[in-house]
């Protein structure tokens, strides 16, 4: 049964790119930080962000895909002016010099504050991503339904 | 301002979420009953700082403009 009287929130993200997945980990650290019990389920472009960063992939499309897709949290690009990554560059400097927190540090700043990451099962098995390639915070890998019954169970649902 | 202070949190330079984000990692050290003095200069924070009192039950005591910088003044009470 859904708790209606709950104080959780769930973010799914599902996109890969710089500028969404800040807005993401702005949302879950604050939310964590409010009180919340906070999950955040990645999947598909957003498995990145819980990434090690190493090259992935066994079979020959798994590896192609994994070398257009390496690195880590820190390379991801933002949605638009990326321009062959000149404008990620910009984006960080511009970021930097106002004092925003990188990537990076959000997220740890959410690990720190007890939000609970998640992957995507079906995402990681496509992409040929194991386990081994993501950071050790990740509590789990899950599917649609966990997702679901947290979402459920949840006063805050996001999906980025 | 004459508020007995126990903590005090630099944010100064520091953006949203990060004067939140510390706070609520400060106050988890904290005692029911003591008080953190926030200082940060971030916009959002003169409105997120109520808010997150406002939604984590803890009392907000007061804000000092310092000119360049804000201090507020958050209580534990949970």
Redesign the interface.
Known sequence: MADNDNNNATIIVMSGDMDKVFAAF?IA??A????MDTTMFFTFWGVKAIQKGNLTGKGLFGRMMGLMNRGGINVIGPSRFNFGGIGRWMFKKMMGD????SLEE?RQ?AI??DVHLLGCGMSMDVMEISREDLIDEVEDIVGVGTMLNLAANSKVQLFI | MDIQVDKVQDSI??????P??F???NMRTMETGQVLEIRADDEGAHSDIPA?CE??GNEFLAEEDCGDYCKYYVKKTV
């Open positions: 702005i650290t604050g964590a930080a409010a009180g106002k004092g925003v927190a959000l700043m720190d504050l | 330079g520091q953006m949203c979420p990060m939140i984000a706070m609520a990692k997150w939604q984590t």
